[in-house]
């Protein structure tokens, strides 16, 4: 039988509570998002201007080492980002009770992950206003983009992830906008009536709606693969040593679902402390799934990094051995490494034990070491594995500056203002999903 820790709840006792942390607004919040929004401007948008002025000298990027941590934050987002989708489509698809009280939570972090993924992009590029030269379109200096080129993938691959989860989300959320709409005044109800396009809750309209999801469901579900797949060809197609791996694809995959598992965990475990009333919906069972989920995928990681260490071994280049010895041997890439072992195979171990699982170290210690050893992950690949390229008279220590540092923190406090936001505008719970969890009310509760 399914699980249904929501079932002694009603209909009405949803739809108040969830509205209730929409409209229920103290100043703390307001002050809360005030500094993360200035905050954001500070570290994230005036260090951005001033790299635009003086130009990508500012950053540590050198001679070889071209890409650096705004490429780690490329990839560690599009990473948490998986785990919305995989919450939302593969449960949904497999019908699986838990994810209903927290599919709208992971929906909406990859839609914030994926907006910072886009921004990483022009970061990068230096000249931002050129981004058209990534589209294919003719032109009279008749140069085309290079389809055999894994950037151009990437234009490809992010864009399709960002359209299809924005109307996966969108999707979800008309039925609850349509319920909303009828307990919300001033704009608040212009704005729910209109984006509910007329919801009534006719048998079509579920039937349709249901179809929808299920379509995108079956849609969304193979990008997950593909498009960390297809990030992890920026540097399996090369000919660098450490990264002409064919076994990035499925480690890219295994680690961005990790990531992003720890994401929702700890996503989950503040807004419970922040809106206590999600306690009755995001209940201690919650955290056992999630906390098995995130087992299974450290022991996959660890199995493939091994594997990614294993296949440097087995080639026994110069080259590979060099890496292998400036990334495993060499301070301080030995204490990182070291770190994220720890942080990513050890540490998830506490997992096994039920009550770890269901305990406040197990909903915010461990998420944070996870997810910092993923980012690691990806330093100790990208810039690291540049830094000792073929030529010895080219090798080069890479440093990030304190502009780099400033527009990473930037970012990632952008993303929890406009995480924030969202909250207070949007449902952050699936209404009508949670009340599939409390089934059919009876005549006593007169909904």
């Not at 720890?342 to 269901?358: A, D």
């Not at 997810?371 to 890479?398: A, C, Q, T």
Request: charged fraction near 10%; aromatic fraction near 18%; proline fraction near 5%.
């Amino acid at each position: 039988m399914a699980h249904q820790p929501n079932s002694g709840l009603s209909y009405k006792e949803v739809n108040e509570d969830i509205f209730s942390i929409m409209t229920k607004t103290g100043m703390r919040y307001y002050l809360v998002t005030g500094l993360f929004a200035a905050l954001a401007v500070i570290l994230f948008i005036l260090p951005w201007a001033y790299q635009i002025y003086k130009g990508q000298g500012v950053t540590g990027l050198n001679v070889p080492v071209f890409w650096g941590i705004y490429l780690v934050n490329f990839v560690f987002w599009v990473g948490v980002a998986h785990a919305g989708t995989l919450i939302s489509a593969m449960l949904f698809i497999t019908q699986t009770p838990w994810r209903r009280a927290i599919s709208r939570g992971a929906e909406t972090m990859t839609l914030f992950a994926l907006v910072l993924v886009s921004l990483f992009i022009f970061i990068h590029m230096g000249r931002p206003w050129n981004f058209y030269w990534t589209f294919p379109y003719p032109t009279q200096r008749q140069i085309w983009t290079s389809f055999i080129s894994p950037l151009t993938f990437d234009v490809f691959a992010i864009g399709t992830y960002t359209t299809s989860s924005v109307i996966f989300l969108y999707f979800g959320l008309i039925p609850d906008l349509a319920t909303l709409s009828h307990s919300a005044t001033g704009w608040r109800k212009k704005l729910y009536s209109t984006l509910s396009w007329g919801w009534r809750g006719t048998d079509n309209q579920w039937h349709v709606q249901s179809k929808a999801c299920m379509f995108f469901s079956a849609f969304i579900m193979p990008l997950v693969v593909s498009v960390h797949s297809i990030v992890s060809w920026d540097f399996a197609l090369s000919l660098v040593p450490g990264y002409a791996k064919t076994v990035f694809a499925p480690y890219f995959v295994t680690g961005a679902l990790l990531s992003g598992f720890a994401g929702v965990l700890l996503m989950l475990s503040i807004m419970r402390e922040a809106y206590p009333v999600i306690k009755k919906y995001v209940t201690d069972y919650h955290y056992d799934r999630i906390g098995l989920m995130v087992l299974v995928l450290s022991l996959t990681w660890s199995y493939l990094t091994l594997m990614e260490v294993a296949t440097g071994l087995y080639v026994n280049t110069s080259q590979e051995m060099e890496h292998l010895k400036y990334k495993l041997a060499t301070p301080p890439y030995l204490q990182l490494f070291s770190l994220m072992i720890f942080c990513n195979t050890v540490l998830p171990l506490i997992y096994i034990i039920r009550k770890v699982r269901r305990s406040v170290f197990g909903r915010f210690v461990v998420p944070v070491f996870i997810l910092v050893g993923m980012w690691l992950e990806r330093y100790l690949i990208i810039p690291n594995s540049l830094s000792r390229k073929f030529l010895p008279w080219m090798w080069h220590d890479y440093a990030p500056t304190w502009v780099e540092v400033s527009i990473s923190l930037g970012t990632l406090i952008g993303f929890i203002a406009m995480f924030m936001i969202f909250i207070k505008i949007f449902p952050i719970i699936a209404i009508f999903e949670v009340k599939e969890d409390v089934g059919i009310p009876n005549k006593k509760d007169r909904h």
